[in-house]
């Protein structure tokens, strides 16, 4: 029924296994706690908000949904800074996952994680996922096509890369080492380029404080990111985004934010570069902590999901109301985001006066059948999404 592969480097595509020889040299440029794990609810402007309840058949599926304008953010320091964690419980008696009708979520694997994280699809349908916790790669491997699988090990994996469409390059992004002050490793808050062969290092984009997902938007050569923002400028400072990553463009990190909005924290830019600061396409509420983004492909979600993208929101540590905890769905038209994003999956908050959680989504993977994978550090597993009408 179940298939561990015990070895990596035997099955590896040579793509992959680089992929994971150069995340494994940039172990030691790991962002701190407050780098790497931000936002949630932001300055968000719900355009639709309604309480969604029932099983993921359910027809009273309304999905909140969130507009957020650059214009309307408020000052630094509006509100205080808070350091409000979550806590990690099991999942309570009772509690569900609430989808939109027609979709069902289920373990795909657990067991031996400790904190997966990253997964990556290999040519023969074999699932890579990165357990930060333990150092390790697992090797999925659903043998005999039952949904669930087996473990396997080796190597280790610290940060999200992707290659270009024709394969020609490679793109591996690194956080900055700080919250809020000018980073002298050119290669922190910023995506590098490579060739597979690892050579050819070069600065794509930067002023990106901690680019986490990345991926090309379908049958372009668009690089597309999610960026935590940085934190201690109030609840609703600074909102994480969902953004093309322009080839030498610069987006704010660490003197502007969200196109020119001076950090009061950050003295001394250079001249003209509040000019040249970028602002992003898709502002998300602040301290969510996007993650994974994955633009969904496949042919088992209704149509109107194809091009658009889904993006893990871990969840908050540093607002005095927890956010995030979920996955969200961008519409795309014409290749860039619609302006809005909306719930796709929540429940795994559940009550925000404990500040209990039973999962906290990372990264994203659709299969070649079509459905989804989330893999989750809180609950320790991976969940699979499928849909039937």
Sequence with gaps: MKEICPTFCSRAVPAVALALQLCALLACAQTPRGAGATQNETAATPVETANASGESQAGAWRPARYEIKPEDLPPPNQTRSADNPSRIVKQPAGARLQLPPGFSIETYAEGDFEEARWMALAPGGDVFVSDGGAGKIYILRDSDGDGRVGLGYNQHWTRDIVFRPDGQKLYVTVGSKTNASVEPDTMRAAVTEFNPDGTGKRTFATGLRNAVGIAFYPG??????????????????????????????????????????????????????????????LLIQSHSAALGLVFYQGQMFPSDFRGDAFVA?????????????????????????????????????????????????????????????????GANKIWRVTYKK
Excluded: C, M
């Design 220 to 281: 372009t050569q668009t690089l597309f990111a999610t960026v935590n923002e940085r934190d201690e400028l109030g609840d609703d400072l600074v909102p994480d985004y969902l953004t093309s990553v322009r080839d030498g463009g610069f987006y704010g990190w660490p003197y502007f934010y969200i196109g020119p909005h001076p950090d009061p924290r950050v003295h001394d830019a250079p001249p003209d570069l509040a000019q040249k600061t970028i602002t992003p396409d």
């Design 313 to 377: 929101l871990h969840g908050s540590w540093n607002r005095s109301r927890l956010t995030g905890f979920k996955i969200i769905r961008v519409p795309f038209r014409d290749g860039r985001p619609a302006g809005f994003y909306e719930d796709f999956i929540t429940g795994w908050l559940t009550d925000e006066n404990s500040r209990q959680v039973w999962g906290r989504p990372v990264g994203l993977l659709v299969l070649r059948d079509g459905s989804l994978l989330i893999t989750d550090d």
